[in-house]
């Protein structure tokens, strides 16, 4: 199972990106996705996940600017990154669980793909 994380950036604070995952190895629709960041001297962090039927989940910190999708058709996730602050700024990683059901653990998380750069200058 491999997965492709693209999409990352330098933004200016208050814009967008979106970052997509490509699934390969295994189907989406039997996977609950998640994401997750990681910043500078800082331990990794929850950010969303969705679940194989749609539900979605969200860190407060991002919830109402980040919105997480899947396109089952395509094997890829997304997380639509809107409204993003300096403090955005990480490595942001997607991940794929053995489930059907979303964790906000990353130790629940099976698949990882390698990481791509979010900075968002003030």
């Known amino acids: 199972v491999q997965l492709q994380a693209s999409g990352g950036g330098l933004v200016q604070a208050g814009g967008s990106l979106r970052l997509s995952c490509v699934i390969s190895?295994?189907?989406?629709?039997?996977?609950?996705m998640g994401w997750f960041r990681q910043a500078p001297g800082k331990e990794r962090e929850f950010v969303a996940t969705i679940s194989w039927d749609g539900g979605r989940y969200y860190a407060d910190s991002v919830k109402g600017r980040f919105t997480i999708s899947r396109d089952n058709a395509k094997n890829t996730a997304y997380l639509q990154m809107n409204s993003l602050k300096p403090e955005d700024t990480a490595v942001y990683y997607c991940?794929?669980?053995?489930?059907?059901?979303?964790?906000?653990?990353?130790?629940?998380?099976?698949?990882w793909g390698q990481g791509t750069q979010v900075t968002v200058s003030s």
């Open positions: 991940a794929a669980r053995d489930s059907f059901f979303h964790s906000f653990s990353d130790r629940e998380y099976a698949y």
């Open positions: 190895g295994r189907t989406l629709s039997n996977s609950a």
